[in-house]
Each structure stands twice: as C-alpha cells, then as structure tokens.
C-alpha cells in the first residue's frame, strides 16, 4: 500500500479477512472506490490509467467510469479518465482532480486490501 498517496488523499484502507472485501474511509473517494471490489475490475481500470499515462490515451475503449446506485438514490457518480488526471464527481461533492500516477497508486492500495 502507498501509505504516502493515501495520507496525501485523505484516506485509510484496511484489508479485511473475506476477499473481495476492504476497508476504507475518506470522503468522497474512499465512497467511489469501495464500489470496485473485484481486483479484475482494478486491474482494467488500472490498464486505462497505463494507456493514459503512456501517452495512449485514445486507445482507451471507454474513459467513463461513472457508475453508482442510480439517481434515485443520489449515488451516482461521474467519473472520468482524461489524458493527464482522473475526475470524480457527484451532484453534492466539489469536483476532485487527481493525477493519473496518484490515481494508479489508489487503485493498486485498494486492490491489495481486496485480494
């Protein structure tokens, strides 16, 4: 785990004893990510990131990542992989960007805590 970018972020993850289950707060991210909880799901998105970071961008198939419970439940999220950083968004929440190294560096804390 990059303790470092998570301090930076303001989150903490702990890795529980049931697999495809961790723990971790900070708010809002820490609510995005907890809803990937396959480490295949980490790695594809983790493999966008790469094409982004290489300079590959447009060999992303998809760089929406958007998802959530649906707007009934006000849970949905936008979220996006653009050339050079990560956006993350819902309706209540400022936009946070993130760049696309510390954003890979998330991803593989987290998927650490659900393997």
Known sequence: MNNEILEKYGLTMSKLSSKFDGLITGNPIGNYIYTFKHPEDIDDFVSDINLAISGNFSQIID??????????????????????????????FTKTIIPLEDWKQILLSWKACVE
């Open 63 to 92: 760089p929406d990542y958007s998802g959530g419970l649906g707007w009934q439940m006000g849970n949905h999220w936008f979220a996006h992989i653009t050339p050079t950083h990560f956006e993350l968004w819902q309706d209540q």
